[in-house]
């Protein structure tokens, strides 16, 4: 069989209704629940970024974009689980081929979660590294096998290698009470002088700006993109996808709503109408921003090389996509009414979902914004992760 967007779509839709049914369990749980999860499996969307070498897919940003927009219509947290695990599918592509092939060889469908900022520290030793530290947002690490984590320098507490370690290597601590986002199971991952071996780690600046020496031996050239920029892209798309039902939601709720002293039609106030214009052009130039970043990344993929210029508005433009997505759910929750401030009510959950989920580094507004505008002004960029 042809594995190509239109069958990644088609397998989509035939496990959304499933999905959309288990949303609400996600959320109690707080976690995506196994069967959502072995739905995600069988039809093969972790392996859309996956090297083709180890039995992935290997195919362009835009078809996990849109599979994980689509997903997150049916279930907010399966669709943010998809896209940072597949986000770090991609990312293996950098490693040395032996983690690989550990990872994903004889066609193992095992699942990378991890939290890619450098919060803890990685000290060489002989054949490779300790590592020790807590990292905080590792999203669906409770259904994954392995982790991907940044470690700092333990010296310059700057980058300093990119690691990853069997599930079992790590403690989770479950830290995942918050107001949105539930169910993805964000907890907090913790080691303990784990020992990562040589061939399971890559340096983080080379790997960030799309150099590491391993990318170049896939049959694509989709590993050469900077990490910063494409994750940034990535991000937002399970936020339009939450936009998108929230904004189906809001209609239906509206056009059923009637003013309980006059029993006029809601549906007939223009300001519910202009403010409804208003969110369903926001979360439409969030879906153009972030689809015309995509594009230009194919372009790039054609010259394997990226500006300083490019990589700063690529990732400004993921973040203003889910700004956008965040003003257009203040909006329509703000027009929804007293009724829509229950647990369980569909505008109550994505307001909690879209806003918690903006609140991701990767769609840090003000530091994006910043960078994008002193490139543009040749005043040269500021550096440091988080």
């Not at 996956?50 to 907010?76: I, K, N, W």
């Not at 918690?356 to 002193?374: L, T």
Request: proline share 4%; glycine share 10%; net charge neutral.
């Amino acid at each position: 069989m042809i594995i190509d967007y239109d069958e990644i779509m088609r397998r989509v839709e035939a496990i959304t209704p499933r999905l959309a049914e288990n949303a609400r369990q996600c959320d109690e749980m707080r976690r995506v629940v196994p069967e959502s999860v072995a739905l995600m499996v069988d039809a093969g969307l972790f392996r859309i970024l996956q090297p083709s070498r180890v039995h992935g897919y290997e195919m362009d940003f835009r078809t996990l974009a849109d599979a994980t927009t689509r997903v997150s219509e049916a279930c907010p947290s399966s669709g943010w689980v998809l896209t940072v695990i597949s986000a770090h599918h991609w990312c293996i592509g950098a490693f040395p081929e032996a983690a690989q092939d550990e990872i994903f060889g004889d066609g193992q469908d095992n699942l990378i979660a991890g939290t890619l900022s450098w919060q803890g520290v990685a000290t060489p030793v002989d054949g490779g590294y300790r590592v020790e530290g807590r990292w905080q947002f590792g999203s669906g690490v409770d259904s994954a096998q392995w982790v991907m984590l940044g470690c700092a320098d333990p010296a310059t507490r700057g980058p300093g290698v990119h690691v990853v370690v069997p599930r079992g290597d790590i403690e989770v601590d479950d830290t995942w009470q918050v107001l949105g986002m539930r169910g993805t199971g964000s907890k907090d991952i913790v080691a303990r002088g784990t020992f990562v071996p040589a061939h399971r780690t890559i340096d983080t600046r080379k790997f960030f700006l799309g150099q590491s020496p391993y990318i170049r031996n896939h049959s694509t050239n989709l590993y050469y993109l900077p990490a910063e920029a494409i994750l940034g892209l990535l991000a937002p798309t399970a936020l339009i996808g939450s936009a998108r039902f929230a904004l189906r939601k809001f209609i239906e709720h509206t056009q059923n709503r009637r003013v309980i002293i006059t029993g006029a039609r809601k549906a007939e106030y223009a300001p519910i109408q202009i403010r409804l214009a208003e969110a369903a052009a926001e979360i439409k130039a969030a879906d153009l921003l972030m689809h015309d970043g995509l594009r230009e990344c194919g372009e790039l993929l054609a010259n394997v090389t990226s500006t300083a210029e490019q990589r700063a508005r690529l990732k400004w433009q993921g973040a203003y996509a889910g700004e956008l997505c965040r003003r257009a759910i203040g909006r329509l929750f703000a027009g929804s009414g007293a009724h829509a401030v229950y647990e369980g009510h569909p505008l109550q959950v994505a307001f909690r979902n879209i806003n918690v989920g903006a609140q991701h580094a990767s769609f840090d507004f003000d530091s994006s914004a910043e960078q994008y505008g002193r490139v543009l002004l040749g005043v040269g960029s500021k550096t440091g992760g988080s």
